[in-house]
């Protein structure tokens, strides 16, 4: 354990996911001692492995890492200029992974860890924190993520007097690279779009045709699924949903989604195009094991071998690790929490990360770097700086702090839900900002989109830069 040492006194963090990670990194940097409480070593949960800080649970992938149309890269970008640690550690442990930044989840986890421990700010507490934070830790984040014990959880709705909404998360399969058929499947990115340390050819590749894919649909819809009856009534988010799930919302759902054949051409027979594909994604650095892109399940163990062992080149597929399903809860953080994501009714008590209704890794991340600047510059008696609404991170803490609110006035409106960062949270460009291109006589629909979103990531980074008292990363490669 570290010995603290600082003028300050220690702020607090409940959990060592990625939120809690970032929030303690951060609050850390800026020269005010931190006390990170992670109860795994203690106690496990049903989706954890390790007791790693920031392990990652579901999928290794921090999606796409193009700043300059992307709502998810942009983001990206303005952590690195914030000095994330997550951000950081996912840079230096990537696989390939086409256009998206993707890591391998041992190292990343291991990495993240060692500095956090390392740290001579940071001293990590193994122990379960089974109730709301003591009034003595005056300040406080609570960063439990979508595994929040149910003790924490039952003391988070005794304090806010409000129902924990709850959701369903699944996690995709891992196999063996050696036990997939490279004479059926093929090495390729869609569009052969090169990534970050990728080459074009990150994914591997598994053809179906038209009727191998009606039977592969009809095997998930029939297939055995895992029910929990206590959970019976909670919704699924749609950025995460089980595969038999999306083959139930229609036949064509799959091969529109996750399955899309659209930007790969079979190498091994490229006359023939494929009815529809699935990706299969390096999940470790060695790249002896890959995971099945947008797989996520609850079908049971028994079911998932025997349904995606159908897939051509998975026939002798070995799985490393088989999907499965855990309830993901967070607050109604609209009501509850302040701009500064800071619960209303308790001063000096913040929250971060997934609980408070975000969705993703990086999004996650985020909100706990967000949390970790505000609380230390509360500590340092300093006016809280918020990110500007035009930014990603102000965007995201926007939709967190002021998203929808259903009322007695509004029924059948739709309550506040996790969301992904995306362009749809962005503040409107000012009229006259998109101009059409001279010697261009047709300008709309997808070019127009296009620009759009290049000039929100530009003026996002330009804004966040300006935030930070830095030069804006695209400006300066403009």
Same mark, same amino acid.
């Given at each position: 354990?570290?010995?603290?040492?600082?003028?300050?006194?220690?702020?607090?963090?409940?959990?060592?996911?990625?939120?809690?990670?970032?929030?303690?990194?951060?609050?850390?940097?800026?020269?005010?001692?931190?006390?990170?409480?992670?109860?795994?070593?203690?106690?496990?949960?049903?989706?954890?492995?390790?007791?790693?800080?920031?392990?990652?649970?579901?999928?290794?992938?921090?999606?796409?890492?193009?700043?300059?149309?992307?709502?998810?890269?942009?983001?990206?970008?303005?952590?690195?200029?914030? $000095?994330?640690?997550?951000?950081?550690?996912?840079?230096?442990?990537?696989?390939?992974?086409?256009?998206?930044?993707?890591?391998?989840?041992?190292?990343?986890?291991?990495?993240?860890?060692?500095?956090?421990?390392?740290?001579?700010?940071?001293?990590?507490?193994?122990?379960?924190?089974?109730?709301?934070?003591?009034?003595?830790?005056?300040?406080?984040?609570? /960063?439990?993520?979508?595994?929040?014990?149910?003790?924490?959880?039952? /003391?988070?709705?005794?304090?806010? @007097?409000?129902?924990?909404? /709850?959701?369903?998360?699944?996690?995709?399969?891992?196999?063996?690279?050696?036990?997939?058929?490279?004479?059926?499947?093929?090495?390729?990115?869609?569009?052969?779009?090169? $990534?970050?340390?990728?080459?074009?050819?990150?994914?591997?590749?598994?053809?179906?045709?038209? +009727?191998?894919? %009606?039977?592969?649909?009809?095997?998930?819809?029939?297939?055995?699924?895992?029910?929990?009856? *206590?959970?019976?009534? &909670?919704?699924?988010?749609?950025? =995460?949903?089980?595969?038999?799930?999306?083959? *139930?919302?229609?036949?064509?759902?799959?091969?529109?989604?996750?399955?899309?054949?659209?930007? !790969?051409?079979?190498?091994?027979?490229?006359?023939?195009?494929?009815?529809?594909?699935?990706?299969?994604? #390096?999940?470790?650095?060695?790249?002896?094991?890959?995971?099945?892109?947008?797989?996520?399940?609850?079908?049971?163990?028994?079911?998932?071998? *025997?349904?995606?062992?159908?897939?051509?080149? !998975?026939?002798?597929?070995?799985?490393?690790?088989?999907? @499965?399903?855990?309830? %993901?809860?967070?607050?109604?953080?609209? &009501?509850?929490?302040?701009?500064?994501? &800071?619960?209303?009714?308790?001063?000096?008590?913040?929250?971060?990360?997934?609980?408070?209704? =975000?969705?993703?890794?990086?999004?996650?991340?985020?909100?706990? !770097?967000?949390?970790?600047?505000?609380?230390?510059?509360?500590?340092? @008696?300093?006016?809280?700086?918020?990110?500007?609404?035009?930014?990603?991170?102000?965007?995201?803490?926007?939709?967190?702090? @002021?998203?929808?609110?259903? &009322?007695?006035?509004?029924?059948?409106?739709?309550?506040?839900?996790?969301? %992904?960062?995306?362009?749809?949270?962005?503040?409107?460009?000012?009229?006259?900002?998109?101009?059409?291109?001279?010697?261009?006589?047709?300008?709309?629909?997808?070019?127009?989109?296009?620009?759009?979103? #290049?000039?929100?990531?530009?003026?996002?980074? +330009?804004?966040? /830069?300006?935030?930070?008292?830095?030069?804006?990363?695209?400006?300066?490669?403009?």
């Amino acid at each position: 354990m570290n010995t603290i040492s600082s003028s300050y006194s220690p702020i607090h963090v409940v959990g060592g996911g990625l939120a809690g990670s970032e929030a303690a990194w951060q609050i850390a940097s800026s020269g005010v001692p931190v006390i990170l409480h992670e109860m795994r070593g203690v106690r496990g949960t049903d989706a954890h492995k390790t007791d790693g800080l920031a392990e990652l649970v579901c999928s290794n992938s921090f999606r796409s890492d193009d700043a300059t149309s992307n709502a998810v890269g942009v983001i990206h970008a303005e952590m690195r200029m914030a $000095g994330s640690l997550i951000m950081a550690t996912a840079d230096r442990h990537q696989v390939p992974a086409g256009g998206a930044l993707a890591v391998d989840r041992d190292g990343f986890s291991e990495a993240v860890t060692r500095a956090i421990h390392d740290h001579p700010l940071i001293t990590v507490v193994r122990e379960e924190v089974t109730g709301l934070p003591p009034k003595d830790w005056d300040l406080a984040i609570v /960063a439990t993520g979508p595994l929040t014990a149910p003790s924490l959880a039952n /003391a988070i709705q005794a304090e806010t @007097g409000k129902d924990s909404l /709850a959701f369903f998360d699944a996690i995709a399969p891992i196999m063996y690279r050696e036990s997939i058929d490279m004479d059926i499947c093929w090495y390729q990115s869609r569009y052969d779009k090169v $990534g970050p340390g990728g080459t074009g050819k990150d994914y591997i590749n598994c053809p179906m045709d038209e +009727a191998q894919y %009606n039977a592969f649909v009809d095997a998930l819809i029939s297939g055995d699924t895992v029910g929990f009856k *206590e959970w019976e009534g &909670t919704p699924y988010f749609d950025g =995460c949903l089980p595969i038999e799930v999306m083959a *139930e919302r229609g036949r064509e759902t799959l091969r529109h989604g996750p399955m899309k054949p659209m930007g !790969l051409t079979n190498a091994h027979n490229p006359t023939i195009k494929a009815y529809a594909v699935v990706q299969l994604r #390096q999940d470790n650095a060695l790249g002896t094991l890959y995971n099945m892109v947008g797989f996520q399940t609850k079908l049971k163990y028994g079911a998932q071998a *025997e349904i995606f062992r159908m897939i051509p080149g !998975l026939e002798n597929a070995e799985f490393a690790r088989l999907g @499965g399903l855990h309830r %993901n809860t967070y607050i109604n953080s609209p &009501t509850l929490l302040d701009p500064s994501l &800071t619960l209303k009714s308790r001063p000096g008590l913040r929250f971060a990360g997934q609980i408070t209704g =975000c969705e993703g890794y990086v999004e996650s991340a985020s909100v706990g !770097l967000m949390a970790g600047r505000f609380a230390a510059a509360e500590r340092k @008696g300093e006016a809280i700086s918020l990110p500007p609404a035009t930014t990603a991170l102000g965007s995201l803490l926007g939709h967190i702090t @002021g998203g929808h609110i259903v &009322t007695d006035e509004e029924p059948g409106k739709r309550s506040f839900q996790p969301m %992904n960062i995306n362009f749809g949270l962005f503040p409107e460009l000012q009229p006259g900002s998109i101009v059409k291109p001279e010697g261009v006589k047709r300008f709309r629909g997808k070019d127009k989109t296009i620009m759009k979103r #290049q000039l929100i990531a530009r003026r996002a980074l +330009a804004d966040c /830069a300006a935030w930070l008292g830095q030069n804006s990363p695209l400006a300066e490669s403009a």
